[in-house]
């Protein structure tokens, strides 16, 4: 090629103007960005959750036990943990017929939450149940003996976690009741007798129309407890816990409806039987956190120098709590007690 072609030709190249025709799109991409906008999901239904079985959770629509779905948790919820208690936004298929699945699209915020630990080394919080107004700590009077401590730590929960104690003691018939229940009179806690021979009224009217968590170690009556309340426990324990690929075990916490005694199909409050606990560690509370319970204890340990275990003398012998009098005073013993569990460093 000739210096006169090749000078034409450069000079053609220069000329060129580029338009949109240059760009190349690569097949498949479509243009329109990403966005992080999720669907509002007006139209939900509110339900309870009642059981989890591995990837699937049985919700209870509008409070009535018969209206029952098996729900998966939706997309846009990630990991987000959904356990028993837990007031959800369901959407898709909500008719509770056989192989029917709906979804979590929400879960609402929590009202109370009982956590535990595996043990005071565990740093891994595990939510037992959400959303429930009192925690009934069944503890057995012999046979097995009963563990204060165990008590104490179950207290502590509760009252961090908002739910309001009550501690029911059964197999009355093998030992005395009121030293034990002395024991926790300081702290207002609620006292009901339970034992097989013991009239159940008193524990119906406790429980009725609220939503209740049972704890308790292995071989202290609770599932005996249970049985009477929910006379058809059993089944009703298989049909609210096999709703996802297995079925209900002992490792699981299940939500059951009491009878109602005014016969309008609604549920007349809830038990969520619990599994049998054989440890109960609270790695993740604090002491600041058992008195924060207590609006009087809170009030003063404001006055607490910086560091204060609130155990007092010898360890603090200028914690606040000590200036305390009359009945207060009395509860500062009574919630030391809590304390001196806390620092234990056993999970009974």
């Given at each position: ?209 609220k939503v209740t968590a049972l704890i308790g170690h292995s071989g202290v009556g609770k599932s005996t407890l249970v049985n009477r309340l929910v006379p058809d426990a059993d089944r009703a324990t298989g049909v609210v816990s096999g709703v996802g690929k297995g079925r209900h075990t002992s490792t699981q916490s299940v939500a059951l409806p009491l009878p109602d005694a005014t016969g309008s199909g609604r549920s007349g409050g809830w038990v969520v039987d619990t599994p049998g606990i054989r440890s109960f560690g609270l790695a993740h509370i604090s002491p600041d956190d058992v008195l924060g319970a ?55």
């Open positions: 090629m000739g210096n006169h072609a090749r000078a034409g030709r450069s000079a053609l190249l220069t000329a060129r103007r580029y338009d949109e025709s240059d760009v190349r799109v690569r097949p498949g991409k479509g243009s329109r960005p990403r966005t992080k906008t999720r669907p509002e999901h007006k139209s939900a239904e509110t339900a309870m959750v009642v059981s989890v079985d591995r990837g699937r959770w049985g919700c209870v629509l509008g409070d009535d036990p018969d209206r029952l779905v098996v729900a998966m948790r939706a997309r846009e919820l990630g990991r987000t943990p959904i356990v028993v208690g837990d007031q959800v936004g369901v959407v898709g298929d909500v008719s509770g017929r056989t192989d029917t699945l709906a979804r979590i699209v929400r879960v609402e915020e929590r009202s109370t939450v009982l956590r535990r630990t595996a043990d005071d080394t565990d740093p891994f919080e595990r939510i037992v149940v959400a959303n429930a107004s009192q925690l009934l700590i069944v503890v057995a009077l012999a046979d097995p003996p009963p563990r204060t401590g165990f008590v104490e730590r179950a207290l502590v929960a509760a009252y961090v976690g908002g739910l309001a104690p009550i501690l029911c003691l059964t197999k009355g018939d093998l030992a005395d009741h009121a030293e034990f229940a002395a024991a926790f009179a300081d702290l207002d806690v609620p006292v009901i007798l339970a034992g097989q021979d013991d009239p159940l009224g008193p524990v119906q009217d406790v429980l009725a129309g207590f609006t009087d204890l809170a009030a003063a340990i404001e006055d607490c120098p910086r560091g204060c275990s609130h155990l007092g003398p010898p360890a603090d012998p200028e914690c606040a709590l000590d200036r305390l009098e009359g009945e207060a005073a009395r509860r500062v013993d009574a919630v030391r007690l809590l304390l001196v569990a806390l620092n234990s460093n056993e999970a009974w």
